[in-house]
């Protein structure tokens, strides 16, 4: 199964731009890369995600490199509320018609005032 | 109250003994998962469900059962806990096979002695 490595803990300046990378070098044509946020000990909650193309809602944008190896999550305007754990994933094919997560251990991130 | 829920959110016990921490979703969900948070490792899939009666293994399924005779229900017990399962639990559902986002319980605080 495809893996993912993140930086374990990254800072950001309260009204910067966040950038959070990821790479995922082994990931399949048919893969998709999935964000998910951790805050304190909650459950994760979604974020965004993508195949091919950059994608963007209104909590994140996701850019993906042509050779879909590795990946950015932009929060374009981090406030104090977006400090939590930032997991990358890749969804992979299991039995049953089904899809699982791969996690990675995530990022840190801490957004300072 | 809509939603999936965990009970209990935390337990303590002893090596040796049985505990079952239970899940419940709202929604009629087709899938259900199971993981476990260890630092370290992020979240690790268990087993997961693409509908009633129907289970596979992830990850890590050693020392675990689950079943899934209703939909909205999805049990996971330990048979003989032991102490390197002591760990944050989380279960999770999802609409369909390939559903965008899948959405994760509280988590429960299982201790074993």
């Known amino acids: 199964d495809a893996k993912t490595t993140q930086p374990p803990s990254m800072d950001c300046a309260e009204g910067r731009a966040a950038n959070l990378p990821c790479n995922h070098s082994?990931?399949?044509?048919?893969?998709?890369v999935y964000w998910y946020r951790q805050i304190h000990s909650q459950g994760p909650q979604y974020i965004i995600h993508?195949?091919?193309n950059n994608e963007t809602n209104e909590m994140a944008s996701l850019i993906i490199t042509e050779d879909r190896k590795s990946s950015t999550l932009i929060l374009p305007h981090a406030t104090l509320r977006d400090t939590a754990v930032y997991y990358c994933?890749?969804?992979?094919?299991?039995?049953?018609?089904?899809?699982?997560?791969?996690f990675g251990t995530g990022t840190r991130l801490k957004v300072l005032a | 109250d809509a939603g999936i829920t965990q009970s209990p959110r935390y337990k303590i016990t002893e090596t040796g003994r049985q505990v079952t921490l239970m899940c419940h979703q709202t929604w009629s969900h087709s899938y259900m998962f199971w993981y476990r948070q260890d630092l370290g490792h992020g979240l690790r899939l268990i087993y997961y469900s693409a509908a009633a009666d129907i289970t596979d293994k992830g990850e890590v399924p050693d020392g675990y059962v689950v079943s899934r005779s209703k939909t909205e229900n999805f049990p996971l017990t330990l048979e003989s806990a032991t102490r390197s399962q002591t760990s944050v639990y989380f279960c999770?559902?999802?609409?369909?096979?390939?559903?965008?986002?899948?959405?994760f319980g509280p988590g429960t605080r299982l201790t074993v002695l």
């Open positions: 993508g195949l091919k």
């Open positions: 082994t990931i399949s044509g048919n893969e998709y």
């Open positions: 999770a559902s999802r609409e369909g096979p390939s559903t965008d986002e899948q959405f």
């Open positions: 994933i890749v969804r992979v094919a299991g039995t049953s018609g089904t899809y699982k997560y791969i």
